[in-house]
Each structure stands twice: as structure tokens, then as C-alpha cells.
């Protein structure tokens, strides 16, 4: 079985501060892990994904993430927030070989940008 | 390159009636999954097709179903519709199944309110 926590629900930093949004996992596969972002009314845009090459991974928007296998964790990072990044943020897992059947999606975090 | 089109975007019905909803994927994408978002219970996995398929299914009654088409376009239809099917239904779109290593790209969604 897998899971997917995110230790926040609500994230509120002002402009041009870090953003740091923290995922952890538990899967008994080797994870496929990913971010995706949703503005309102609006669909799933994917930030960033993971699938076992470089542990530091660099996505859209100055975003980035970095698994780290035994913290079981894949925190999202940015070094400078903007007022456009504000939106809820879901970190995903998948196990290896799956559809979206196997996917499992965090409760997401919404992140607030203050000017 | 046109995203992942769902129809209609915002509908209203009563309960007891049914729906069907719209998916047209991204051109040349062959796998489409269904998902149910609601401010409680988040994103889950309601089915998935490729090629006129359906490969998967979550944890929804039957009144749930879907259907896709050979030109890959797919239906999901609920009928005898309750309170708690008031929810954003999205849709998205993979080249692949299955595609635990790729990429799913998402509609805007279909925001169905049921009074």
C-alpha cells in the first residue's frame, strides 16, 4: 500500500520569500513521485516529477523538489515566491507499472502569497 | 497543440436526474482516466480507459460510469444523482498506458452542483 502526506494544509509566506511545501511518502514499490499545481477553476498543471534519476529535481517555474529516500520525503521548494504561485499544490505518488489506478494524491496545500 | 477539453465546464442538476459529461483528450493521447474532487475527500480516482477500455476502476457505486470511443474521446455518466456528487469532475489525458514514468495533462474540469 502507498500514502501520501502533506504536513500542511494551508501555507501563507510573503512575495519573494522561500516557499518550502513538505510531502512525505510511504509506498512499498519503487515511487514515481510528482508535483502538480491547480489554480481555481482551473485543471492539474504538472510542476515537477521523480522517477528515480536525480534526486534534485528542477521543474516549471523556478520550483523544485528533492527526494530523499530515507526521510521518505519530497518537499517542494522556491527560492523567491511570487504573487502568480499562489494556488493549492498536490504531491503524488505512483508505484512503478501502474495506471492512474495507482496513483495517490495528497489533500494538497494551498499557498498563500502575501504582498 | 490543444490541451484536454471537458464539457460542458459548469452544470446544475437535481437530484434523481442523471448526467453525462464530456472528455476530449489531447490528439494522439490514447489513455484517459476520471477523477472526483470535492473539498472533503480531495482527488480521487474514479476509472481509466485505453482503447475503448476500461482498465481501471476506483471505489465509486455504480451509478457511476464512463465509456470511450474510438477517436479516444470518453463519456462518464452518473445517474440518479445525490446531494454528495456535487463535486469538480476532471479529466485527464496520458500517450501512454500505462504511464507511471510519464505525464498526466488535465482538463479545466466540469463543476457539477446537485440540489
Known amino acids: 500500500a502507498q500514502s501520501v502526506t502533506q504536513l500542511d494544509s494551508h501555507v501563507s509566506v510573503s512575495e519573494g520569500t522561500p516557499v518550502l511545501l513538505r510531502c512525505n511518502y510511504s509506498s512499498s514499490y519503487s515511487p514515481s513521485l510528482f508535483w502538480y499545481v491547480q489554480h481555481p477553476n482551473k485543471g492539474l498543471q504538472l510542476l515537477l516529477k521523480?522517477?528515480?534519476?536525480?534526486?534534485l529535481v528542477k521543474g516549471i517555474n523556478g520550483f523544485e523538489a528533492e527526494f530523499k529516500k530515507s526521510e521518505t520525503s519530497f518537499h517542494l521548494t522556491k527560492p523567491s515566491a511570487h504573487m502568480s504561485d499562489a494556488a493549492e499544490y498536490f504531491c503524488?505518488?505512483?508505484?512503478?507499472?501502474?495506471?492512474?489506478?495507482?496513483?495517490?494524491f495528497g489533500k494538497g496545500t494551498h499557498l498563500i502569497i502575501q504582498p | 497543440k490543444a490541451g484536454v477539453t471537458q464539457t460542458p465546464r459548469y452544470l446544475i442538476k437535481t437530484r434523481g436526474q442523471q448526467v453525462t459529461l464530456s472528455c476530449s483528450p489531447i490528439?494522439?493521447?490514447?489513455?484517459v482516466s476520471w477523477y472526483q474532487q470535492t473539498p472533503g475527500q480531495g482527488l480521487q480516482f474514479l476509472f481509466e480507459y485505453f482503447s475503448e477500455t476500461q482498465r481501471n476502476k476506483g471505489n465509486f457505486p455504480g451509478r457511476f460510469s464512463g465509456r470511450q470511443f474510438s477517436n479516444s474521446r470518453s463519456e462518464m455518466n452518473v445517474s440518479t444523482l445525490e446531494l454528495g456528487d456535487s463535486a469538480l469532475y476532471l479529466c485527464?489525458?496520458?500517450?501512454?498506458?500505462?504511464?507511471?514514468?510519464?505525464?498526466?495533462?488535465f482538463g479545466e474540469g466540469s463543476r457539477l452542483t446537485v440540489l
Open positions: 490528439s494522439g493521447h490514447r489513455s
Open positions: 503524488v505518488v505512483s508505484h512503478s507499472g501502474g495506471g492512474a489506478d495507482g496513483l495517490t
Open positions: 521523480y522517477t528515480s534519476a536525480a534526486t
Open positions: 485527464a489525458s496520458s500517450l501512454v498506458y500505462p504511464w507511471s514514468t510519464g505525464e498526466l495533462f
